[in-house]
């Protein structure tokens, strides 16, 4: 499969959990590219899952001396994807010079594996800019779903549908309305206006509150939003990622941070997030057309859609087709 938009190409991805990479090269699939992750010493390190010789996946193989050697023949590339040894070559004929893995940016961080395709502007992920220091951290995902990236995302940046899809938890059907609000956009970033929702239990402690989501859109696949409870200073922020494997399938994974109940276990929070994702399941796997329709006279909008809207102008501003109709 051949990408052509630019402007998911150039994104960071994360593909994996930095603890899920040991000592063996995973395989991944990003955009509907086959993806070979492995770690060094030198740190982490992505490849075309293809190795030259013979077409075997690179990531069948093993990593030996801070090389990645191809279980097929025993070629060995280094982690700039240098083949640095033939077994079956004679030690005095030189290694080709096309004998060379291709290979994709890769970094580690905040407790992920980033791969982009193509050229990112920065050395970090978008993301980086927007974390704060300070807050209790959570890392959840990866979550497979039968679904297109851009309508994970936009369902995310759907705060009316927590009164119905997650209701007795994020929201209650009795108080259903949304005050109207807007959406503005700064340095490249969508940004909504508060939006005031009544959450009967809205991080699993069963306490009701009235919070106010702020959303952020940083890119065409990464998201978050902060909550504030009205009568405390707790604050709430969530950062969604998506892994677009392919226009139909993808891989969510979720950064949760809190300035409140540090004592309680991570895996309170992570059960409960694991909870929310069923729920949204049965909606985004289940939505037709499958793909995102970026044409606004495709399905009807009102007001409380306000961030869909910029969302969906904003891919097609970018001319974003993967994941789109």
Known sequence: MTIQ????????YPVLLSSDLL??????????????VFRTSQGVHAFKDLCIHRGVPLSLGKVKGDELVCAYHGWSYNGCGTCTRIPSLPADRAIPSKAKAFVYACVEAHGFIW???GTPVHSLPKVSTFIPDGF????????????AGPRIIENFLDVSHLMFVHEGLLGDSDFAEIEDYQVYEEDGVLTSEEIVVYQPDPDGTGRGVHSRYVYEVFGPLCVAFTKRDRDTDHIFRLFLMVLPETEKTSKTFMLKQRNYAYEEPDEVFVQFQDLL???????????????????LQAELHLNTDRLS????KR???????????
């Open 277 to 295: 994702i069923e729920q949204d399941r049965e909606m985004v796997e289940n939505q037709k057309p499958e793909l995102l329709p970026l044409d």
């Open 309 to 312: 809207i910029a969302y969906r």
């Open 136 to 147: 209790k951290e959570v890392i959840m995902g990866p979550y497979t779903l039968q679904a």
């Open 315 to 325: 891919l097609r501003e970018l001319g974003v087709t993967f994941g789109t109709a």
């Open 115 to 117: 791969v982009s395709l």
């Open 23 to 36: 000592d063996k090269p995973v395989p991944v699939v990003v955009l509907g590219e086959k993806v070979a």
């Open 5 to 12: 938009d630019l402007a998911l190409m150039d994104e960071w």
